[in-house]
T-cell receptor, first 118, second 115 residues
Framework: DTGVSQNPRHKITKRGQNVTFRCDPISEHNRLYWYRQTLGQGPEFLTYFQNEAQLEKSRLLSDRFSAERPKGSFSTLEIQRTEQGDSAMYLC????????????????FGDGTRLSIL | KNQVEQSPQSLIILEGKNCTLQCNYTVSPFSNLRWYKQDTGRGPVSLTIMTFSENTKSNGRYTATLDADTKQSSLHITASQLSDSASYICVVSLRMKTSYDKVIFGPGTSLSVIP
């Protein structure tokens, strides 16, 4: 399967613990996005990378959240000191930017990591 | 404020029937509009994409329309199948000064197709 892969699919943890999610994008895609989705809502943008550079972060991304894409390939999203409100589906997407623009290139999504905070 | 609204919030139809989902947006400057299908527990999958100059786009039994003047889009599903049961999300991109187009997702319409 050459689609976007996310691990783990589900994560259950106690409040206050740290968690880390991994996203493996489509190999030739240079852009990678993280989103958060709660039940009955559309995805909300968190951050995005162009290759290894993190170019934009949403205000939703508090200082407890950190994302990396060290070699411009896979990415990790870490949440420190988790809170009940962090319970959500965390989606990763990737796209191929051509000539600096990706507006007409669809974002390909993974199936997400569902985080449940006890 | 840049927003994307969708209606209805949820819809139940009989298998074989047609349906139309609506999307209204207040987004400027507009770049493009996409419809995504999201099955329960899965990530969204792109169905159609339309730029400012396009007013209709088809993908099998799915037909999307766009009226850039009224800032409205619709997704028409013909001869619905049980597998069409999913959330349908309207996504609008803003043309930014940077190379990244900001993307705004609607809340989705939950469609249930019943036998």
């Amino acid at each position: 399967d050459t689609g976007v892969s996310q691990n783990p699919r589900h994560k259950i943890t106690k409040r206050g613990q740290n968690v880390t999610f991994r996203c493996d994008p489509i190999s030739e895609h240079n852009r990678l996005y993280w989103y958060r989705q709660t039940l009955g809502q559309g995805p909300e943008f968190l951050t995005y990378f162009q290759n290894e550079a993190q170019l934009e972060k949403s205000r939703l991304l508090s200082d407890r959240f950190s994302a990396e894409r060290p070699k411009g390939s896979f990415s990790t999203l870490e949440i420190q000191r988790t809170e009940q409100g962090d319970s959500a589906m965390y989606l990763c997407a990737s796209s191929l930017a051509l000539d600096g623009q990706d507006s007409n290139q669809p974002q390909h999504f993974g199936d997400g990591t569902r985080l449940s905070i006890l | 404020k840049n927003q994307v609204e969708q209606s209805p919030q949820s819809l139940i139809i009989l298998e074989g029937k047609n349906c139309t989902l609506q999307c209204n947006y207040t987004v400027s400057p507009f770049s493009n509009l996409r419809w995504y299908k999201q099955d329960t527990g899965r990530g969204p999958v792109s169905l159609t994409i339309m730029t400012f100059s396009e007013n209709t786009k088809s993908n099998g039994r799915y037909t999307a329309t766009l009226d850039a003047d009224t800032k409205q889009s619709s997704l028409h599903i013909t001869a619905s199948q049980l597998s069409d049961s999913a959330s349908y999300i309207c996504v609008v991109s803003l043309r930014m000064k940077t190379s990244y187009d900001k993307v705004i997702f609607g809340p989705g319409t939950s469609l249930s197709v019943i036998p």
